[in-house]
């Protein structure tokens, strides 16, 4: 589990003078499930066909199983990719398509005079008949062979574009937003579906997406990219509970992120009012953002609380309420199943484990505060919005 | 809203009805009948006889067609490369080298073909070119024969370059308009499934542009056929085609519209098959581009 098997290393890439990827640097391992998380345009997709081959870097190393392979070809790598918009060949039925890595062919290495010497064998049809049977049956797709993919529906050419890449046995699977196009309902199940096979095989997976929640369910490590910096990376548990800075707080799950001071080793100050935390090696008295999690924080009555808030908002999800709280200006969402009206004087709880405490980065002060609430609410949930993922910069030329 | 929307068609159906429905059918009848001198004058009779004469004018058909597949194919040779180079190109290019390929079209065919003979001619600008290079000398000297002149009109060869430099632009057009709208990551799929050059293209550029390669044969192959000013002006009057045939029975000396007719309705039945088995080869691709 803990073998490296690629390592990007200072990887740039500017188009002119515009930079897509700024110095990045990157450790993935052999047989992990790591997903490159962030925004459009973050350079995730172009961090994938630099992997993939597509993408030559402007400068830095791209480093497989130790070797450098920045000049190597998508075709000579051991790495198979399944597109964003599946790529299926329309010309050829589910079978054909899926036996296409298959028929261009097996690299074996073989010892010559001492040599290493890399040809190209033909796979006999018989292998190649069960492989891909295989392969469907894995994907669930077993009798779909004969039909044309033009006559699958969004989930089957998913699953043909994955048992395409995967029955070439690569090292590692490069995903680049596949269940983009899927519905709700599917994402879920194909989500699940991934894991598996990814377990199953035992090979690494790299999977780029920007939706946080499908990071977090799948993920060994996450790997959180804006404007073409890794901004953190970590396990999905990491990420969630100790972001880094108000960016990666604000983009995995909801947060409040507020100014505070450090006043100790595990004291920090909100409002003038001073909160236990668990949080410690900051300088005295150093400006902080503090990350409060809206499931977090505990209502109670006025008179218990440590700070004290006037309701203006409350929506109900089903399992909480999600309720906008006034707190001298700066306005809090807290999710929880107590009701609380609009315009009700209320008191809140924070445990010293609910309360993170960040560096001042350049996120600072962009993000966390629900002034505009329904606003960036319907943002996020706008699936529509999300979908527009396009990398400009990652296409070619 | 339908009813609504068939009635601009009107025009046009009826602009196909009087000028492709009827003539057809006029043809037909004309084909089929013969004028023959009576005592009272010119009668018309119904008669086979313009079909079952119709042997006499084999080598042309076969001159006609061989002629046009060697100009489609060369055609084809010439378009596909530089359709498929365009269009890895950028726009840029795209823009300038469309402007090159139907600039010649913005000029009349006539004049295209005329220039083309004062180029071929025996003292036309080629020759007058070889002779001030030496290639003429040398290659009497290296054959012993004594040529003033490379005899360039009047052979197959010049009809088939005067087609070819005339319908190339309906080659390129639809084999780059599908090559440029083909989905780049189809080949990258390919690329990562472990494709190099040469099978990427063998593989899934060759097949999914086969429907535009279909429809620049078309485009090519039917004018070709039919053609007639090219082979009178650079095929001088010994290689006669389909057209020139057909011509002269209208507007020529051997004045005689039922034999043009029926000439011209056996050439039709002719190329509508040669459609039908080409369609039919390409009926999987074209489903493919639907996509």
Request: aromatic share 10%; charged share 20%.
């Amino acid at each position: 589990m803990s073998k490296e098997l690629i390592r990007l290393s200072d990887c740039v890439m500017a188009y002119d003078d515009d930079v897509v990827l700024d110095r990045i640097d990157l450790s993935i391992q052999d047989k992990e499930f790591l997903t490159l998380l962030g925004p459009s345009g973050c350079g995730k997709t172009t961090t994938l066909r630099i992997i993939g081959g597509f993408l030559t870097p402007t400068s830095g190393d791209v480093l497989f199983d130790g070797k450098r392979i920045n000049d190597v070809p998508p075709h000579k790598r051991m790495v198979n990719t399944v597109f964003q918009r599946y790529a299926l060949f329309p010309h050829l039925n589910v079978f054909e398509n899926v036996a296409f890595g298959l028929r261009m062919g097996q690299t074996v290495v073989e010892q010559e005079n001492g040599q290493e010497v890399r040809r190209k064998v033909k796979i006999p049809e018989e292998e190649i008949h069960s492989r891909v049977m295989e392969m469907l049956e894995i994907v669930n797709l077993k009798g779909f062979e004969r039909r044309p993919v033009t006559a699958l529906s969004g989930g089957q050419q998913q699953r043909v574009a994955i048992a395409r890449a995967l029955v070439n046995r690569p090292k590692v699977l490069l995903l680049d937003e596949p269940l983009g196009a899927l519905d709700m309902r599917l994402r879920k199940d194909m989500q699940q579906e991934l894991k598996r096979i990814q377990q199953e095989m035992e090979i690494t997976f790299i999977y780029v997406t920007h939706d946080q929640e499908e990071a977090l369910a799948m993920s060994d490590t996450v790997v959180v990219m804006d404007g073409g910096r890794i901004q953190q990376v970590g396990s999905p548990e990491d990420i969630y509970n100790e972001p880094k800075n108000a960016f990666v707080a604000d983009f995995i799950g909801e947060s409040n992120i507020i100014d505070g001071i450090m006043r100790a080793d595990g004291v920090v100050e909100i409002f003038n009012r001073r909160f236990q935390c668990l949080d410690k090696g900051f300088d005295r008295d150093e400006p902080v953002d503090v990350v409060i999690r809206p499931e977090d924080v505990d209502i109670v009555s006025e008179a218990e609380g440590q700070l004290k808030g006037t309701v203006t908002a409350v929506t109900f999800k089903g399992v909480h309420y999600d309720t906008i709280v006034d707190f001298y200006g700066f306005k809090w969402l807290i999710q929880t199943t107590d009701f609380c009206p609009v315009g009700s004087h209320i008191g809140i709880k924070i445990d010293p484990d609910g309360i993170h405490v960040m560096k001042k980065s350049q996120y600072s002060g962009m993000f966390g505060d629900y002034s505009s609430y329904s606003e960036e609410y319907d943002e996020i949930n706008d699936p529509t919005l999300l979908d527009e993922e396009e990398e400009g910069a990652g296409d070619e030329e | 809203m339908k009813n609504k929307r068939s009635l601009f068609a009107v025009p046009y159906v009826i602009w196909m009805a009087l000028f492709v429905v009827i003539p057809i059918v006029i043809m037909l009848v004309y084909s089929l009948t013969v004028s023959v001198t009576t005592g009272e004058g010119e009668a018309i009779q119904f008669s086979f006889e313009n079909f079952t004469g119709m042997g006499a004018y084999v080598t042309v058909f076969a001159r006609s067609f061989w002629l046009a597949i060697v100009a489609t194919l060369v055609c084809l040779l010439i378009g596909y490369p530089v359709s498929y180079w365009m269009a890895k190109e950028g726009p840029g290019f795209q823009r300038v080298a469309m402007a090159l390929i139907m600039l010649p079209m913005w000029m009349n065919f006539l004049l295209r073909t005329y220039s083309w003979m004062s180029i071929l001619e025996n003292n036309g600008l080629l020759n007058q070119l070889f002779q001030k290079i030496g290639l003429i000398a040398l290659y009497n000297d290296l054959t012993g024969q004594n040529i003033e002149y490379f005899q360039m009109i009047r052979t197959p060869g010049a009809v088939v370059l005067g087609m070819v430099y005339n319908y190339l632009p309906f080659m390129i057009l639809p084999i780059y308009s599908v090559l440029s709208k083909m989905d780049q990551s189809l080949i990258e799929a390919a690329q990562d499934l472990g494709a190099g050059t040469a099978d990427v293209f063998r593989r899934v550029t060759l097949p999914l542009s086969l429907p535009g390669v279909l429809s620049g044969v078309t485009m090519v192959f039917v004018p070709s056929v039919s053609t007639f000013a090219i082979s009178r002006l650079l095929g001088g009057g010994t290689n006669m085609m389909l057209g020139d045939l057909i011509e002269n029975q209208f507007l020529g000396g051997a004045y005689n519209p039922h034999l043009g007719a029926a000439i011209s309705m056996v050439m039709m039945v002719i190329v509508l098959i040669c459609m039908l088995v080409m369609n039919h080869f390409g009926e999987g691709e074209e489903q493919a581009v639907m996509l």
